[in-house]
């Protein structure tokens, strides 16, 4: 199949413990968005389409993204299906964020000019806060966004459609299912 040229598919925060309080809620939203996330990945891949995993340091400054997979996909780690289920392959990027957005104090920007993407298929854990706060800085970066609605979770349905609806009017993104993207 032919490259794809311009995109890039971005997996936030699903590489997680969800060792918080809400973190049980979130898994069960979780899981579903992993498995089509997971499906899409393939799917992109396929078409070299580049994969950025854009995760949380968990406020571990000495830590990289290795050791990450290793704490959250951990036996006993809540958050071990999500791991299991998109664990990274070799040739995928990632970038270890200490803030919600995933622009903020990142290499992001420049990874994503290197590879040469001007449209981003945002995915991941929470949709209200985490991937919100990237969308909006991607926006602001001038990228083409496509959130695809069965790609991210939330901890409440309320919040998922609350959000989807924000990022549709406000940031006119595309927030159709993951198969309608690059479907042809």
């Known amino acids: 199949m032919r490259r794809v040229k311009g ?4 997996i936030v925060d699903m590489i997680n413990a ?3 309080p809400e973190g049980g809620k979130l898994l069960a939203t979780a899981r ?28 571990q400054w000495r830590s ?17 299906p999500l791991v299991e289920t998109l664990h990274p392959d070799a040739d995928d990027y990632f970038v270890l964020k200490p803030e919600r957005s995933g622009f ?6 420049r ?5 040469e993407a001007d449209t981003l298929i945002l995915t991941g854990i929470a949709l209200d806060a985490c991937v919100m706060a990237t969308a909006i800085d991607a926006n602001m970066h001038g990228f083409r966004l496509f959130v695809p609605a069965d790609c991210v979770a939330a901890e ?4 998922k459609t609350a959000s989807l609806k924000l990022l549709r009017d406000s940031l006119q993104a595309d927030v159709r299912q993951s198969r309608s993207i690059l479907a042809r």
């Open 156 to 159: 409440t349905p309320a919040r």
């Open 104 to 109: 903020r104090d990142t290499p992001l920007r």
């Open 32 to 59: 579903p968005a992993a498995r089509r996330i997971a499906t899409l990945k393939e799917r992109l891949k396929s078409r070299r389409v580049p994969v950025v995993y854009v995760n949380d340091n968990y406020g």
């Open 64 to 80: 990289d993204f290795k050791q990450v997979i290793e704490r959250c996909g951990r036996d006993g780690s809540r958050g071990a």
């Open 18 to 20: 969800l060792d918080f």
């Open 7 to 10: 995109h890039a598919l971005l």
């Open 111 to 115: 990874l994503l000019q290197d590879l």
